[in-house]
């Protein structure tokens, strides 16, 4: 079984996150808030396969839509600027 898990933050260093994440094969990319420009967004979503309902503009919407999901994040990467981590992590 893969654990699975969520992107908040778009920039460079979230591929890399997402490719170490990812490396053994036990862990899966499944929702994301990545820009909050909505095509670049959405673009970064779907380069990595998922599903637009569960490519969020908001990382609150998306913490509070994940929490009702039956197949619920098992962790979230965070790879915003460091002075906003502690919000971000919070709603979580």
């Known amino acids: ?5 969520g992107l908040i933050g778009g920039g460079r260093i979230s591929h890399s996150h997402i490719a170490a994440a990812e490396f053994d094969d036990l862990a899966e ?12 967004n959405m673009e970064f979503g779907r380069s990595y396969g998922l599903d637009p ?9 998306m913490a509070e ?3 009702k999901r039956p197949d ?9 600027p460091n002075i906003s981590h502690y919000p971000v992590c919070r709603e979580f």
């Open 1 to 5: 079984m893969k654990l699975t898990f």
């Open 29 to 40: 990319l499944k929702a994301g808030c990545f820009s909050r420009n909505s095509d670049k």
């Open 53 to 61: 309902e569960r490519v969020y503009t908001d990382y609150a919407e």
């Open 65 to 67: 839509a994940e929490s």
């Open 72 to 80: 619920k994040l098992d962790f979230v990467i965070v790879t915003t």
